[in-house]
């Protein structure tokens, strides 16, 4: 019996936005070689973001440019972009940095964090970042690209991007193109095909139709291949923190931060991320009358800005038949600290991983949809760490986040999980800065006095202070670039 994979030898992306372009790119850099043709349809008529939005990126997409060969610098330049160090979080209370990267400080005999432990307690524990290069570098102003000596303590920082999401997605349908990616644009489309045989094509307004093996549905919200066509219902969650989310532009401040700020308003969070031509803020308010002075203020200001409505939820699956969903088209779990792109890029690679054939067979389905479910409750529990306290009461939190707090409010430690989307190390420095605070600390600390510890912090301090001053500023790495 011959059981020999039948492999996918066209791949159809329909999205006009970021996620689209990420797919098309992605798909095509990796199945090109094995004679996939990767055809990208770009409704005009769809609108899923707004010229005004800042694409805040992670360190996660330095390495998607890298893996499909984007030159980074020459991106920085079209679309303003400034590079990131980490997230600044101010509130009434407390401010924390968020750094990306590690300490890259070797247990002995505990890991740093429950030295921290041990020497401060409640709010004093989130000056554990403070250890991070990233955290030194950035409140100075400073900025420098990791190397890949893991002697030198510059080993231990990562970086994200901020960019004009316009010009980005501009940037990548040329990228796009030269990768051999037939990009067709589009007024409308129409989708022939149902929810038992999967899609069959998509018809253009001028009656051209296009025909795949597998099609990606990158249409944000509205879904028009899943939902719409395969009538996949929609799970609306119980959990929406925030239903309303509006962005717009400020004059750029003076010089540029290698970093962005999350400032803790009265209807909810305040995000700036800064461009080299402008700030780009968005918010996220919970309120009705909340969303209506903000939009007065800014109308009296004479401020463009956008709403967007936010509908916290899921399909019921994200891949169906011959179709898979990314971001918004199959959830919305919401961007306050992990942008769509980072959820769509993470989902897009676990397929890959999983790569089917034109068979589309049941069981690769379900193993994706299940870890797909997965990754979208991890999201989900990063929008409850932000809402404790002020959106909700500890007793709302889910009981496996709940549990995971508990734990590491006892005993200093994360109990580990497959498929998590943030390291341990990045999910601990969040989790205190944001006020969930440890009240143990690992044992082998017991018979070391506080004041050896803290003399050890003290000359840590000092060290990254020393590699910091020595790194240039931003705005010279821009201009050096």
Not at 254 to 281: D, K
């Amino acid at each position: 019996m011959d059981s020999a994979p039948n492999a996918l030898r066209q791949l159809v992306v329909v999205g006009r936005g970021l996620i689209g372009a990420t797919a098309a790119i992605t798909l095509a850099k990796f199945l090109a070689p094995s004679g996939c043709k990767v055809t990208w349809l770009i409704p005009q008529a769809l609108h899923e973001c707004d010229d005004q939005d800042v694409e805040m990126a992670d360190p996660a997409l330095s390495r998607w440019l890298a893996m499909v060969g984007c030159p980074e610098r020459e991106l920085i330049d079209a679309c303003h972009g400034l590079y990131s160090l980490g997230v600044e979080y101010q509130s009434e209370t407390d401010d924390f940095f968020f750094p990306y990267g590690t300490h890259g400080i070797t247990p002995s005999p505990a890991p740093l964090e429950h030295e921290f432990f041990k020497c401060f307690n409640g709010a004093e524990q989130a000056s554990f970042t403070q250890c991070f290069l990233a955290t030194r570098a950035a409140k100075k102003g400073r900025f420098d690209f990791p190397v890949d000596d893991p002697r030198s303590v510059k080993s231990t920082l990562r970086y994200g991007l901020h960019l004009d999401r316009a010009a980005l997605v501009d940037y990548l349908q040329k990228f796009a193109g030269s990768l051999a990616v037939q990009c067709v644009s589009c007024d409308t489309l129409q989708v022939e095909g149902n929810e038992k045989e999967g899609i069959a094509s998509l018809v253009l307004e001028d009656g051209t139709r296009i025909a795949g093996d597998f099609y990606v549905d990158a249409t944000g919200a509205r879904a028009q291949l899943l939902r719409e066509a395969l009538a996949t219902p929609f799970r609306v969650g119980s959990d929406s923190l925030w239903r309303y989310r509006l962005s717009y532009r400020e004059p750029q401040s003076s010089p540029w931060r290698p970093y962005a700020r999350m400032t803790r308003e009265r209807y909810g969070w305040r995000r700036e991320a800064g461009l080299q031509n402008a700030t780009g803020v968005t918010a996220w308010l919970q309120s009705p009358s909340e969303l209506n002075a903000l939009e007065q203020q800014l109308k009296e200001c004479g401020t463009r800005y956008w709403v967007q409505p936010l509908e916290t939820g899921r399909c019921s699956q994200a891949w169906r038949s011959n179709c898979l969903a990314l971001g918004q088209a199959a959830a919305q779990p919401g961007e306050l600290l992990l942008s769509e792109w980072f959820w769509a890029s993470h989902c897009l690679l676990l397929w890959l991983e999983l790569l089917p054939d034109r068979a589309n067979q049941p069981r690769i389905r379900a193993e994706y949809n299940r870890r797909w479910e997965t990754a979208y409750e991890r999201l989900i529990e990063l929008h409850w760490l932000h809402a404790g306290r002020a959106e909700c009461d500890k007793a709302e939190l889910p009981e496996a986040l709940q549990w995971r707090l508990n734990v590491l409010r006892s005993f200093g430690r994360l109990w580990r999980r497959d498929d998590e989307l943030m390291t341990d190390e990045s999910w601990v420095a969040l989790a205190l800065g944001l006020g969930w605070h440890a009240e143990g600390y690992d044992p082998t600390l017991a018979d070391i006095g506080v004041e050896p510890l803290m003399d050890k912090h003290r000359k840590i301090l000092q060290a990254l202070d020393k590699v910091a001053e020595k790194m240039p500023s931003l705005s010279a790495v821009i201009k050096r670039h």
